[in-house]
């Protein structure tokens, strides 16, 4: 019953949250800051990530293919394929689920506890609009971004890490990372990538919004949050992953 | 004009408010006093939407607040301002962003026109010059007058105050008070402030609710309050030694 009752209060928040806003141009505004907040201020964390994941990839993808049946090209394309497929799109989401995703519950939580939430609604403002609706688009808008140059770094640490221990050559490691390329797996990333980006920042949104009590309440929100989004970020690559990769 | 009529709120078991009613007059004072937990913030709340009435009307210039479609209530809020307890202000926005954010909202002011109106609301709070601060860096007394100005800022014609002075020195807490009071006057705002702090309540009750265990005890004015035969507010009036003192004073 309680899993049924959220699911409610969250649909019924999305659809206050997606209610025509009082003035696009606040809105605007707000989105510019959380775009600023949400993606540029995870790029270092992410672009860090990246580097060292695709280094590791690569090196262990070098330590496991012994056979010499086996062309050192595809050192690259098992880079490639790990980087574009998965760690990209669903492991940097998991990250940034618990950076983004935490910030997100607290700074709401805090704003419920204090009475700020409360403030914008006697206002006459949709305080579920006005706060939830800018981040959504946000993350929506810029993950994408976050995410291409997580995909493009990884590869570049992969290289890197290939080249300097020898693992492979530089033309090995380019034309594995070039070696049956097909577009379409680019679809299923970055479709992955925009329905993680709405579940981080509207499920954590949505514990912050209903957070009651002090600041005990906010820090339980924030991680309940984080739980709750990382599960469903799980469970939603696993749907689509069984949606795109079955033929 | 506001006019609550035999409102009830109960929380589970619990009568939180029970039978109120009372009218709140414009270009006064209008004060709700009662110790700590009688249901002043439960009716403030009742009143401007924040909790859903069990039972009874809260009429703001003869229309029924709680009985409004939900976009007609949200343009009854546009002609409330409010303020907070602990002020509420917005952390991430600074003060020029906070008193700016209802006519950004609301309006469709000129940038200069909308910087003149911040600037006049800040001065009219003494906050001339602190548009860049942001609320952590204000003093309790300075946030409160900070969201006194985001609350006058698009000229309200319904001005809460929930606990102006808590927290505040005896010498803020009269500026405070006085500010209350003179915009009150100044743009016949029909103002309502919950206090139980007796300076305010001799300094600006004009016209006085006192509520006991959530319902409605003694209704007045300053002068009628140290006369008052109640019990009740008796007790409440006369708790500390200090008003004691200045009861007797006054009596001899």
Same mark, same amino acid.
């Given at each position: ?41 995870? !790029? ?51 990250? !940034? ?33 006005? !706060? ?22 990884? !590869? ?92 | 004009?506001? /006019? ?17 009613? +009372? ?41 029924? +607040? ?119 006057? /100044? ?50 009036? +006369? ?14």
């Amino acid at each position: 019953m309680n899993l049924f009752f959220h699911i409610g209060r969250y649909f019924m928040l999305m659809f206050r949250v997606f209610s025509k806003p009082e003035k696009f141009s606040v809105y605007w505004r707000q989105i510019i800051y959380e775009i600023n907040s949400i993606g540029i201020g995870s !790029l270092t964390i992410v672009a860090i990530i990246s580097v060292f994941m695709g280094g590791v990839i690569t090196i262990q993808a070098a330590f496991g293919f012994t056979s010499p049946l086996v062309p050192l090209y595809a050192v690259g394309f098992t880079t490639r394929e790990s980087m574009l497929l998965e760690f990209c799109p669903t492991i940097v989401s998991l990250i !940034l689920a618990g950076k983004v995703g935490s910030n997100i519950a607290s700074e709401i939580g805090a704003m419920r506890v204090t009475e700020q939430i409360d403030a914008l609604e006697i206002m006459g403002v949709n305080s579920a609009g006005y !706060l939830i609706l800018p981040k959504i688009i946000a993350a929506v808008l810029i993950n994408p971004f976050l995410i291409a140059i997580s995909m493009f770094l990884g !590869l570049a640490g992969g290289y890197i890490m290939g080249i300097s221990t020898g693992a492979c050559t530089s033309y090995e490691y380019i034309f594995g990372i070039q070696a049956f390329f097909e577009p379409w797996k680019l679809n299923y990333s970055f479709t992955k990538v925009v329905t993680f980006a709405f579940i981080i920042t509207s499920v954590a949104s949505y514990y912050g919004y209903y957070t009651d009590g002090g600041a005990l309440e906010v820090g339980k929100s924030s991680t309940k949050a984080v739980v709750m989004t990382s599960i469903l970020i799980l469970i939603f690559n696993l749907i689509l992953t069984q949606l795109f990769l079955t033929h | 004009m506001i /006019e609550i009529k035999n409102i009830h709120k109960s929380f589970g078991d619990r009568k939180v408010v029970d039978d109120v009613s +009372f009218t709140f007059y414009p270009g006064k004072t209008n004060l709700m006093i009662g110790e700590s937990g009688c249901g002043k913030t439960t009716i403030l709340k009742l009143m401007v939407g924040l909790h859903a009435l069990d039972s009874g009307e809260v009429l703001y210039s003869g229309q029924n +607040f709680p009985a409004l479609q939900a976009k007609e209530k949200q343009e009854v809020r546009k002609q409330i301002g409010m303020l907070f307890q602990a002020g509420a202000l917005f952390d991430s926005q600074t003060v020029e962003e906070n008193v700016r954010f209802p006519l950004d909202m609301f309006t469709n002011l000129s940038r200069e026109e909308k910087d003149e109106r911040v600037n006049f609301c800040l001065s009219r709070v003494k906050l001339e010059g602190r548009n860049n601060l942001y609320p952590s860096e204000l003093s309790g007394g300075m946030k409160k007058r900070a969201a006194l100005a985001r609350a006058i800022a698009n000229n309200p014609k319904y001005l809460f105050c929930d606990e102006p002075n808590s927290g505040l020195d005896p010498k803020t807490s009269i500026v405070i008070d006085e500010l209350i009071q003179d915009i009150t006057r /100044e743009y016949n705002i029909t103002t309502v402030v919950i206090t139980h702090d007796m300076n305010s309540v001799l300094e600006i009750g004009e016209n006085i609710m006192f509520i006991h265990k959530g319902k409605n005890y003694w209704t007045g004015t300053k002068d009628q309050i140290l006369k008052a035969d109640n019990q009740e507010l008796y007790n409440f009036v +006369f708790a500390s030694e200090f008003m004691q003192q200045v009861f007797k004073a006054a009596k001899s």
